[in-house]
């Protein structure tokens, strides 16, 4: 009796888990994926141009050219019919807002804005690119996700470097 209960309480929770998180999309991703390559491009350009610090700038490089990548990857996978979305050309009221801050920002606040920054896009990211891959709907998308779910992760370890 005692091991049924075990195995109802095991699978109740392995189901429950299952359930528990929604499939995200193909479009609602290749979104997501467009507004984070922006938001990393726009945010590291900045820091080319105001980070007082020696380690930011070629982090803040590295970001800039890495997204450009992704960007026109994901761009030529919708192009090319194999992800059926409409990528936002403009930030979205959240992500704009954070760049607003940021942008009032100088010196150390702006560097330690701009790590913190970093380092909570990466986290998300590297797990909303781990889900899609997991989970993932369009089989194209989902082996684009799993491919550049690595260098996602290098970013992240990175940016827990810078900070």
């Not at 095991?10 to 997501?32: C, N, Y």
């Not at 020696?54 to 996978?77: R, Y």
Request: proline share 3%; hydrophobic share 40%.
């Amino acid at each position: 009796m005692r091991a049924s209960v075990s195995l109802l309480v095991v699978a109740g929770l392995w189901t429950g888990s299952a359930f528990g998180q929604e499939r995200i999309s193909s479009e609602d991703f290749a979104k997501k994926v467009a507004i984070s390559d922006k938001m990393e491009i726009e945010s590291s350009q900045l820091a080319l141009s105001r980070s007082p610090d020696s380690d930011t700038k070629p982090f803040a490089e590295k970001m800039v050219k890495d997204h450009q990548e992704t960007s026109a990857e994901l761009k030529a996978l919708v192009e090319g019919g194999k992800v059926k979305a409409t990528l936002p050309s403009a930030l979205d009221a959240e992500h704009q807002k954070k760049l607003d801050d940021l942008k009032a920002k100088s010196g150390k606040d702006f560097d330690s804005a701009y790590d913190r920054m970093q380092m909570q896009a990466h986290e998300e990211a590297v797990e909303l690119f781990e889900q899609y891959a997991r989970d993932g709907d369009n089989p194209d998308l989902k082996a684009w996700a799993a491919k550049t779910l690595p260098h996602l992760k290098e970013h992240l370890a990175m940016a827990k470097r810078l900070s």
